[in-house]
C-alpha cells in the first residue's frame, strides 16, 4: 500500500463577523481531486480570528451557532487584547479559539466520511471582512 499526500488551499472572502460559510463542496472537490480512497482530510484556516467546524448548515442553527458563539465571547466587553492592540477585536480572538481553527474528517471510499446532515463550515469571527485562505492537506492511500 503507497501513502499518498495531497495539499491544497481554498480562499473565502467572508463578511463581518460572525459570518458562516459552507466550505464542504470545496473541500469534496479537493478529496475527489486527490485520488485517495481511504485517510483524512485536515484543514486550517489560517489566522487567529477565524475558526472550522461542522454543523447541519440550515438557517435556524446558523443564527443558534451565531448566538451562542456571542453569548460566549461577546462583542460588549472588556478584553486586555484592546490595550494591546486598540483594535476591537478582543472578541474575534477569543471566539476563534474556543471553536478552533482546524477540522480532521475521514476519507473513506474516496469521500468525506461526515454525517447526511453534517456540513464543515469556515467561520469569521474579526470585526472586519476577511478573505481567508485554508490550507488542506490530504493523506491516505489511493
Do not use: F
Amino acid at each position: 500500500m503507497t501513502i499518498s499526500i495531497h495539499v491544497d488551499q481554498i480562499e473565502v472572502p467572508l463578511k463581518t463577523g460572525i459570518d458562516i460559510r459552507n466550505i464542504t463542496d470545496r473541500l469534496s472537490r479537493i478529496v475527489s481531486e486527490s485520488n485517495i480512497t481511504e485517510g483524512h482530510l485536515s484543514a486550517t484556516v489560517v489566522g487567529s480570528t477565524g475558526s472550522i467546524t461542522t454543523i447541519e448548515y440550515e438557517p435556524g442553527v446558523v443564527s443558534d451557532l451565531k448566538r451562542a458563539i456571542n453569548e460566549l465571547a461577546p462583542p460588549d466587553r472588556e478584553y486586555a487584547h484592546e490595550e494591546a492592540w486598540h483594535d476591537g477585536n478582543g472578541h474575534s480572538h477569543v471566539q476563534a479559539a474556543l471553536l478552533g481553527p482546524s477540522i480532521s474528517v475521514p476519507v473513506r471510499k474516496g469521500r468525506m466520511r461526515l454525517g447526511a446532515w453534517q456540513q464543515v463550515v469556515l467561520i469569521n469571527h474579526d470585526n472586519r471582512s476577511r478573505k481567508r485562505t485554508v490550507e488542506v492537506t490530504v493523506i491516505g492511500a489511493g
